[in-house]
């Protein structure tokens, strides 16, 4: 997972809230894209489910299980008209024993889907076309990290860095 945290002016103090990556449990990660505020309620609430499934069955939560958890608060908040709806979307990266590594991603109406990669926020259209294009099921540590830099690198709207610069290989 990689995220590009957002510096709105070298003038501002920084913020205790602006992460964009947020540890769940041991084995399960995610990042976040819309409200913070937002972003902070159902983080706590992942964790809240996270180990409630710990002390309940002694055994660490599956991520699709934990994904449908969070799907149906965020499903809940846009069926009831006294109650604003989630602006958010979250990628949650985790390993459990009988389905490996996964990536599961909600949306802000609380559906969820499996991805094998993924993109979210603004101009994220010409990140997922540009993952469509180069990923490959086999890729090493390494390279799947240049991957996401240059996924990232193709979404942002800065000049820096610059677009040529995304062809280039990174230095990890």
């Known amino acids: ?54 002390y309940t069955f002694n055994e660490s939560i599956p991520l699709e ?42 949306d802000p109406g609380g559906n969820y889907t499996a991805w094998k990669a993924h993109v979210l926020g603004a101009n994220n259209a010409n990140g997922i076309s540009f993952l469509k294009e180069e990923y490959k099921d086999d890729l090493s540590l390494d390279e799947g990290l240049k991957l996401a830099l240059k996924a990232m690198c193709k979404t942002l709207d800065s000049t820096h860095p610059k677009p040529e610069d995304c062809n280039k290989d990174y230095k990890l």
């Not at 501002?12 to 902070?40: F, Q, R, T």
């Not at 609430?45 to 499934?53: I, L, N, P, T, Y």
């Not at 006294?82 to 958010?88: A, E, L, N, V």
């Open 1 to 54: 997972m990689a995220a590009k945290k957002l510096m709105l002016s070298k003038l501002l103090a920084p913020e205790k809230w602006g992460d964009k990556l947020y540890k769940i449990d041991n084995h399960i990660v995610c990042s976040v894209c819309g409200m913070a505020a937002d972003a902070l309620v159902l983080v706590d609430s992942a964790r809240k489910v996270a180990q409630h499934h710990y």
């Open 65 to 106: 299980r934990l994904v449908q958890e969070i799907s149906t608060s965020l499903h809940y908040y846009t069926q009831y008209g006294s109650t604003r709806p989630f602006g958010i979307s979250i990628l949650f990266a985790g390993y459990d024993k009988v389905k490996g590594f996964q990536l599961q991603c909600t």
